[in-house]
T-cell receptor
Framework: GESVGLHLPTLSVQEGDNSIINCAYS??????FIWYKQESGKGPQFIID?????DKRQGQRVTVLLNKTVKHLSLQIAATQPGDSAVYFC???????????FGPGTRLSVLP | NAGVTQTPKFRVLKTGQSMTLLCAQD?????MYWYRQDPGMGLRLIHY???????AKGEVPDGYNVSRLKKQNFLLGLESAAPSQTSVYFC??????????????????FGPGTRLTVL
């Protein structure tokens, strides 16, 4: 409900530790996924994407894992830095669909 | 390149007033989108366009209208604003099916947002 949506899940990690942010999706027909980062007062920014024919993809300091069996997506951030503090959203889309469905987001807080 | 720009950045309206939000992109993208974001929630799609002259409804279209008269612009209109439309509005664009080469066709580039308050 609306009251649940007001309180984002929050992940607090120490600077230098690894972070893992999780996302569950519901549409088994989704075959393309993106992780976005949104800093306070800004629009979402692309981090990394993955298609359903892969189960892992790596970028610079980030890794996305896809488990289609349980419809679960995760974002791993290595050596988390203060600049990583933001809200992270996963988004899913069907192959021939035009629209993404966004998750509610997770707030990552990096502690000094 | 400026990317995706939105005007205005902030606006306060009274119930019943109308206004138009302007989104512009200089990346020659085919697809454009309007989302709203409410506190602690993800983005919800209002309307979208897959090309100049075309528009389609998203998840929450009621109370909004859109137009895409030029490829680079996507306008969002509120004919009679209601307090429930208080939100942050984001515009986005993507290459869509016309993406070339290794470009991520579906990646959406977002504008900085418009914070709208309806009293």
């Amino acid at each position: 409900g609306e009251s649940v949506g007001l309180h984002l899940p929050t992940l607090s990690v120490q600077e230098g530790d690894n972070s893992i942010i999780n996302c569950a999706y519901s549409n088994s027909a989704s075959d393309y996924f993106i992780w976005y980062k949104q800093e306070s007062g800004k629009g979402p920014q692309f981090i990394i994407d993955i298609r359903s024919n892969m189960d892992k993809r790596q970028g610079q300091r980030v890794t996305v894992l896809l488990n289609k069996t349980v419809k679960h997506l995760s974002l791993q951030i290595a050596a988390t830095q203060p600049g990583d503090s933001a809200v992270y959203f996963c988004a899913e889309k069907e192959n021939y669909g035009q629209n993404f469905v966004f998750g509610p987001g997770t707030r990552l807080s990096v502690l000094p | 390149n400026a990317g995706v720009t939105q005007t205005p950045k902030f606006r306060v309206l009274k119930t019943g007033q109308s206004m138009t939000l302007l989104c512009a992109q200089d990346m020659n993208h085919e697809y454009m989108y309007w989302y709203r974001q409410d506190p602690g929630m993800g983005l919800r799609l209002i309307h979208y366009s897959v090309g100049e002259g075309t528009t389609a409804k998203g998840e929450v279209p009621d109370g909004y209208n859109v137009s895409r008269l030029k490829k680079q612009n996507f306008l969002l209109g509120l004919e009679s604003a209601a307090p429930s439309q208080t939100s942050v509005y984001f515009c986005a664009s993507s290459y869509g099916r016309q993406g070339l080469g290794n470009q991520r066709m579906d990646e959406q580039f977002f504008g900085p947002g418009t914070r709208l308050t309806v009293l």
